[in-house]
């Protein structure tokens, strides 16, 4: 198959067909029709089917969708079927409640420890993950086959952090901090930006007859 | 003007845009060409005026954007101007760290509460927010007119409770549980998966080649 460029919007929904996918292999549910897979998310089918279509398909004529199978597919397609290793930069309320959640390391992403400048938190444990001291960064990276690094700095630090790191060999950057980051393109970046969703909420409630649709976002 | 249904795409654009004419506001920068604006932004000229004539423009043929106007404007559309009351269910790691966050405060967000099942945290005040006890949520939003709830509990927890407050007056949930909530189309909700945000993170390190771009998820 020809490598072809994918929407991020294709790529925003495969993470929910893959969460649907996995609650119905849950209940023991083994395939579901294209309709009511599409009744289930919200969607419809042919938006369903053109979406996995950028992948090769995975739905059969008059069968539907084999529950299992398209989960397994859709997680190698997410590359959840490979472990990631993981560490946060930020030992604070947010970073220590990442290091904290466990669904993260459910899904193969591992996260291998917490970094901080405050020398009162280097050396002691956070939700059971060790924090270790800003010098040791780039070492760590390189001697534990760090792929993601975690960012919940103020902006100014994730910007120096993140320009320091660009060369270490990370795969990608999960950016908290409410700044824009300039990487290479060997470095993917997935912003979280929490005041701006905070923002588009008020804006849902302030224009609730140019909201739109509400899922997908 | 009329009403009409704004794309999801552009109310996430919208606080991006805020964010960097707050920076430039900052920087005691009065106007901006449409030029210069659209390389800061890592978005086409036509794309900002397409997103700004939705509202009504703000632009100026031969002068560009007026800096602290736009900024003004963008925050009136986005409904920053006004206070929004919130109130955070789930006293746990995540819900503490967003008590704690400043930056909301700042933009016209006010926590009021944190709510929590645990008797042993109700009573106590985490980031300077006092923890309420369960029973008392439907009332507090009442007398305190909370218009946002947020929810960092788990799923199950989280559909229960949203169902519990549905005809209390609120006008939003952000919700950070893993699940969809069914809701009156009265509220709002802006959903903040981070376990899907790790996965869409995931596969751009994993298919470099199909990633897209990497700004406005």
């Given at each position: 198959?020809?490598?072809k460029?994918?929407?991020?919007?294709?790529?925003?929904?495969?993470?929910?067909?893959?969460?649907?996918?996995?609650?119905?292999?849950?209940?023991?549910?083994?395939?579901?029709?294209?309709?009511?897979?599409?009744?289930?998310?919200?969607?419809?089918?042919?938006?369903?089917?053109?979406?996995?279509?950028?992948?090769?398909?995975?739905?059969?004529?008059g069968?539907?969708?084999?529950?299992?199978?398209?989960?397994?597919?859709?997680?190698?397609?997410?590359?959840?079927?490979?472990?990631?290793?993981?560490?946060?930069?930020?030992?604070g309320?947010?970073?220590?409640a990442?290091?904290?959640?466990?669904?993260?390391?459910?899904?193969?992403?591992?996260?291998?420890a917490?970094?901080?400048?405050?020398?009162?938190?280097?050396?002691?444990?956070?939700?059971?993950?060790?924090?270790?001291?800003?010098?040791?960064?780039?070492q760590?990276?390189?001697?534990?086959?760090?792929?993601?690094?975690?960012?919940?700095?103020?902006?100014?630090?994730?910007?120096?952090?993140?320009?320091?790191?660009?060369?270490t060999?990370?795969?990608g950057i999960?950016?908290?901090?409410?700044?824009?980051?300039?990487?290479?393109?060997?470095?993917?970046?997935?912003?979280?930006?929490?005041?701006?969703?905070?923002?588009?909420?008020?804006?849902?409630?302030?224009?609730?007859?140019?909201r739109?649709?509400?899922?997908g976002?």
């Amino acid at each position: 198959m020809e490598q072809k460029t994918i929407s991020q919007a294709i790529i925003k929904r495969l993470p929910r067909y893959y969460r649907y996918l996995g609650e119905l292999r849950a209940q023991g549910i083994e395939r579901i029709s294209s309709n009511d897979f599409s009744k289930l998310m919200g969607v419809t089918a042919s938006q369903i089917r053109q979406d996995l279509n950028n992948f090769g398909g995975f739905g059969q004529q008059g069968y539907g969708y084999n529950v299992k199978n398209l989960y397994t597919e859709i997680g190698k397609i997410l590359g959840i079927d490979k472990v990631h290793n993981i560490i946060v930069i930020g030992a604070g309320n947010f970073g220590s409640a990442l290091a904290g959640y466990s669904d993260f390391e459910r899904r193969g992403f591992r996260i291998k420890a917490l970094f901080d400048r405050d020398k009162n938190k280097v050396g002691k444990e956070i939700n059971g993950i060790k924090v270790y001291p800003m010098e040791e960064l780039r070492q760590f990276i390189k001697d534990n086959n760090i792929e993601i690094v975690t960012l919940t700095i103020p902006k100014t630090a994730a910007i120096e952090v993140a320009k320091s790191i660009a060369d270490t060999g990370i795969k990608g950057i999960w950016n908290f901090a409410h700044t824009d980051l300039a990487l290479p393109d060997s470095i993917a970046v997935e912003n979280v930006h929490l005041s701006e969703s905070l923002m588009r909420l008020s804006y849902n409630i302030v224009n609730p007859d140019k909201r739109g649709k509400r899922y997908g976002i």
